[in-house]
């Protein structure tokens, strides 16, 4: 028997076999990188070390991260890279309409690093982009991803006001954890956007949030979470695993349960939420087009 030798490295938990993925490889997934590269957008898919960038990317969809690449924030959860930004990029809101048209996508989501540098957190920009992929397919089912924005109304009601389909935004852990996993967030602002944003949009808006588990919740903080977003309206609930995406981050605490997964989606229904995506893989915009809002 062979004795290892102690290390000091930090190393990452191993991963069970219901996290252990393929990554074959596809013509299509080379598209879909081509496509993006040619157009100089970004996606949240590669940024954040997604794991289902291959099997997204191979069926032809992908979120796109608009206003750079560079985050003002350091989420200890995420791999998006946090320094200065640079300044927006006028033309990228119609290029992203023009990757959503090539890539024939019914239902695009639209995320953006937090851009905490700007006066209206990038809302401008969110609208933009909503307004050119509507201009060039009215049709299209838009859902945006957004930062908190600071809770500011002005940034949200810029966004409110280009009628996305779903205004998502993430809750990602619960509230004992907000502190250590997203520091310059707070629980109360996230569920603060949530109900303004349900409050204005006089119900043509669905809002929809997402939580990260393995972070360390117990059970009741979890269920306390999700009663939390039923109060502020919530409309559609994701949850996932977490995963460590490099060794400097966050560690895994505890890899839940397929069948876990599965209780929690089931209470979620209980709840209320009219559509839920539990499963270790699930993340915010992962099968994002299973739910199709009607106006
Ligand atoms: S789940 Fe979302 S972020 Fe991950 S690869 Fe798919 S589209 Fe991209």
Redesign the pocket.
């Known amino acids: 028997m062979q004795h290892a030798e102690p290390t000091t490295r930090p190393q990452r938990k191993r991963l069970p076999h219901w996290l252990r993925l393929p990554l074959p490889a596809s013509d299509s997934f080379t598209k879909t990188r081509g496509l993006l590269a040619d157009l100089r957008l970004h ?4 940024s ?1 070390k ?8 191979s069926q032809g ?3 796109f991260m608009i206003a750079g690449d560079r985050c003002t924030r350091a989420c200890g959860f995420c791999a998006v890279t946090t320094a200065k930004p640079l300044p927006l990029d006028p033309g990228e809101p119609a290029r992203v309409a023009e990757a959503a048209r090539r890539m024939g996508l019914r239902h695009v ?1 639209i ?1 953006a690093v937090a851009r905490d540098d700007l006066d209206d957190g990038g809302a401008g920009h969110f609208r933009q982009t909503i307004e050119a992929v509507r201009a060039m397919r009215p049709d299209m089912i838009i859902e945006v991803l957004t930062p908190d924005f600071l809770d500011r109304e002005p940034a949200l009601e810029s966004v409110i006001a280009a009628r996305p389909h779903i205004f998502n935004h993430n809750l990602e852990t619960v509230r004992r954890l907000t502190p250590s996993v997203r520091s310059r967030a707070t629980y109360d602002r996230s569920l603060s956007v949530l109900k303004k944003v349900k409050a204005r949009c006089g119900g043509t808006i669905h809002t929809k949030s997402g939580l990260m588990l393995g972070l360390g919740e117990s059970e009741d903080e979890l269920f306390e979470a999700l009663n939390d977003l039923r109060g502020v309206g919530c409309d559609i609930l994701t949850l996932g695993q977490y995963l460590q995406p490099t060794l400097h981050h966050l560690e895994v605490q505890e890899f839940v349960t397929p069948e876990k997964f599965a209780e929690y989606g089931r209470l979620g229904a209980r709840l209320g939420f009219v559509h839920v995506a539990s499963g270790p ?8 087009d299973e739910f199709v809002p009607v106006r």
């Open positions: 996606t949240v898919c590669e954040a997604c794991p289902n960038h291959w099997e997204c990317w969809t992908a979120t989501v995320t893989l699930v993340r915010s915009s992962y099968h994002a």
